[in-house]
Nanobody, 128 residues
Framework: QVHLVESGGGSVQPGGSLTLSCAASGFTLDAYAVAWFRQAPGKAREEVSCISSSSGTKRYSESGKGRFAISRDNAKNTVTFVMHDLKPEDTGVYRC?????????????????????WGQGTQVNVPT
């Protein structure tokens, strides 16, 4: 069965760092665009980062630029998301999501609706 499993969440003081991992089972992530979404109480779901499939392009939310980094480790069939200089507004449940792409079209999704596979989420808490 196809699964995405996130790990690496926790509680960290402002200015600290966390590394999240999105591990796939039942399929190979290198053919999929993979995004990270944050869901926080009282706020809309937001894409914080995405990495395309074959093209290797990346994008970040405006607040994440300069602080976050997304990458692939195909040997481990995972996508890693490193967050530095964490702020209280980064608090939320982080979920990874994946959508399969053709060789000629590797783009990240235009919206969350395009993603077919979702992990259950990992909590990130940055206290004020």
């Amino acid at each position: 069965q196809v699964h995405l499993v996130e790990s690496g969440g926790g509680s960290v003081q402002p200015g600290g760092s966390l590394t999240l991992s999105c591990a796939a089972s039942g399929f190979t992530l290198d053919a999929y665009a993979v995004a990270w979404f944050r869901q926080a109480p009282g706020k809309a779901r937001e894409e914080v980062s995405c990495i395309s499939s074959s093209s290797g392009t990346k994008r970040y939310s405006e607040s994440g630029k300069g602080r976050f980094a997304i990458s692939r480790d195909n040997a481990k069939n995972t996508v890693t998301f490193v967050m530095h200089d964490l702020k209280p507004e980064d608090t939320g449940v982080y979920r990874c999501a994946a959508v399969k792409r053709a060789l000629y079209y590797s783009d990240c999704g235009a919206s969350a609706l395009e993603y077919n596979y979702w992990g259950q989420g990992t909590q990130v808490n940055v206290p004020t």
